[in-house]
């Protein structure tokens, strides 16, 4: 079993739609949570990051963590051609910095004008 | 936003031979470099974790030997993929952790894309 688990998709999706992607893992010492979007032929860019269980808002994107179900979200409002890209969620036992990151496989997701 | 430049983007090289990535941070000093790898639709997997002046760190099942990292500088760190074959093709990601205000994340380089022949 990964201690990941993302589902790649592909996803396809309306502009302006409500976008839902998520991650389960079972490494349960994980507390620090990050959604990376990485466009094609680049390397990963941070989006977001949160810290144990709760939400966490940054204009259209939303993350959340429930470390009781050991299940992270990341949900993309008005989404926007734009958002088109792969997402991936990564995990830490110890911070974001300089600490050993474990990431899903990412999902592919786009945006139709 | 603090950069991570890798070089070469793209690589082909004949199986048998050796190459050689260079993974930079442009305007930061980086303590703490790290090199994935990444197959096509998979996850990026990391391989190895370098500190500056010190000898990397290699995850589970990663050669130490075929894969030989060297990070001599603040700024520059090197992995160099011995003997390839090509199941060594993959996409090669670095990342970087640097000092002060840099310090909270790991900013990744564009990867290397290597090919063997």
């Known amino acids: 079993q990964k201690e990941v688990e993302q589902d790649p998709g592909p996803l396809s999706v309306p502009e302006g739609a409500i976008v839902s992607l998520n991650c389960t893992y079972s490494?349960?010492?994980?507390?620090?949570f990050m959604w990376y979007r990485q466009y094609s032929r680049k390397g990963p860019e941070l989006l977001m990051y949160t810290y144990s269980s709760g939400n966490k808002e940054d204009g259209r994107f939303t993350a959340q963590v429930d470390k009781s179900s050991k299940y992270i979200s990341l949900f993309i409002r008005d989404s926007q051609p734009s958002d088109s890209a792969t997402y991936l969620c990564?995990?830490?036992?110890?911070?974001?910095?300089?600490?050993?990151?474990?990431f899903g496989q990412g999902t592919r997701l786009t945006i139709n004008p | 936003g603090a950069v991570v430049s890798q070089h070469p983007s793209w690589v082909i090289c004949k199986s048998g031979t050796s190459v050689k990535i260079e993974c930079r941070s442009l305007?930061?000093?980086?303590?703490?470099m790290f090199w994935y790898r990444q197959f096509p639709k998979q996850s990026l997997m990391l391989m190895a974790t370098s500190n500056e002046g010190s000898k990397a760190t290699y995850e589970q099942g990663v050669e130490k030997d075929k894969f030989l990292i060297n990070h001599a500088s603040l700024t520059l760190s090197t992995l160099t993929v011995t003997s390839a074959h090509p199941e060594d093709s993959s996409f090669y990601i670095c990342?970087?952790?640097?000092?002060?205000?840099?310090?909270?994340?790991?900013?990744f380089g564009p990867g290397t894309r290597l090919t063997v022949t």
């Open positions: 490494n349960s010492a994980f507390q620090y």
């Open positions: 990342s970087a952790s640097g000092r002060g205000s840099v310090s909270a994340e790991q900013y």
């Open positions: 990564a995990m830490s036992e110890r911070g974001w910095g300089a600490q050993k990151l474990v």
């Open positions: 305007d930061f000093q980086a303590t703490t």
